[in-house]
């Protein structure tokens, strides 16, 4: 399961629906005088990609997409534009109720897709997930819920790294600093592992007077420690021949004594703030790298040295979990997402996305779009 032995690891509002990835008759953005706009001649380099320019229709289903549902990511990425892209804010809210029609024909009219390629010429890459889980919890410890989710610890950034997950559990030193900053408790350690890897999670967290609220718990910092992957550490020890999540709940089930053990060997640890989780919040995910609210379906975490944030994103994957071709952005970045064409899509919150997002492990490829009157990477930031 990605989820467990990948990197950071359904969507509640996009279907993920396999589209037509069929060849398209030639898609080319007309001249003043009805001629084909010209397609750049050269390649653009980045720290860890380059970027091809190439004809609309080598985009495979860009004729079938749901653009409409794209939008409203693009919306949000116009909360925090980024240079390159600031500029069509204006008419990217105007398009937003306008037909799927007129949204692609504006995007032939302004930008130029680039083919994502590693260094060496592959246009492959890998693709995983990641969602936010949906977990009770209490606000205090007792009748069951005694893991804690922290906030920062007093004193955090004076010792960096911080303690490894086995001393944050069993130092008095570590124990001391993180006194009172408890934001909330879960029943189950796994579950606590799961949201440290995920990064954010929606809490049904009930009261002291026995209120429940719905809150998200977000991403606040880490102990600066390395992240280790504890079903790696299970192959290693061969205790599972299987690593998804199926083998290694087994394996808990039948080795109870030794969860601490599993947990410690992966020393990061994640801290987390509480954010207000009602209205139109409740319709998109945690903010993301950008500082934008991810879009379920519709954000990717990249590595920003290939792409930068704020890019209109082409992503196709055959499958084998679920067929994509659609267009994404890139709002975010994880520890383990590193390479050209490297993407980890956000699937939404709860059961179903957590499902899609453990299993989701398939080849990527990418393109972008860039606008036409600006060189790749120029005022990306």
């Known amino acids: 399961m990605a989820l467990i032995v990948g990197t950071l690891a359904a969507c509640s509002t996009t279907s993920l629906t396999t589209v037509d990835p069929s060849p398209i008759p030639e898609l080319r953005p007309q001249g003043a005088q009805g001629t084909a706009a010209p397609i750049p001649a050269a390649a653009v380099t980045f720290p860890k990609s380059r970027w091809l320019p190439v004809p609309w229709n080598e985009l495979p289903g860009f004729e079938s997409d749901a653009l409409h549902e794209a939008w409203n990511a693009w919306v949000k990425n116009c909360e925090r534009p980024t240079p390159a892209f600031a500029g069509l804010c204006s008419e990217v809210r105007r398009l937003s109720i306008a037909s799927g029609d007129e949204q692609r024909a504006w995007m032939l009219a302004k930008f130029q897709p680039y083919r994502v390629e590693a260094s060496n010429g592959s246009p492959e890459g890998l693709l995983t997930a990641y969602y936010e889980p949906q977990l009770d919890a209490a606000r205090l410890p007792g009748n069951g819920y005694n893991v804690p ?89 061969n205790l599972v021949r299987d690593a998804t999540w199926p083998g290694i709940s087994a394996w808990i089930a039948a080795n109870p004594a030794r969860v601490n053990e599993m947990l410690w060997s992966n020393p990061r640890y994640v801290f987390f703030r509480e954010e207000p989780l009602d209205g139109l919040d409740a319709e998109f995910g945690p903010k993301g790298a950008l500082g934008v609210p991810l879009t379920p379906g519709r954000s990717i975490a990249v590595d920003r040295q290939s792409i930068p944030y704020g890019t209109p994103v082409w992503l196709s994957t055959p499958g084998p979990t679920v067929a994509l071709n659609r267009m994404v952005f890139a709002q975010d970045t994880g520890s383990a997402i590193l390479g050209a064409v490297r993407a980890d899509y956000f699937t939404g919150w709860g059961a179903e996305a957590g499902e899609i997002a453990g299993r989701l492990k398939q080849t990527l490829r990418l393109w972008t779009f860039w606008p036409r009157h600006l060189t790749p990477g120029s005022a990306s930031r």
């Open 149 to 237: 989710l922290y906030q920062l610890p007093t004193g955090f950034g004076t010792r960096k790294p911080w303690y490894t997950r086995q001393q944050i559990d069993t130092l008095p030193e570590a124990q001391a600093a993180l006194a009172g900053r408890a934001i909330a408790w879960l029943r189950d350690p796994i579950d606590a592992l799961v949201l440290h890897i995920q990064g954010s999670g929606r809490l049904r967290l009930t009261e002291p007077n026995g209120q429940l609220r719905l809150v998200r718990v977000a991403f606040a910092g880490t102990n600066d420690q390395p992240y280790k992957s504890v079903g790696r550490w299970l192959l290693d020890q």
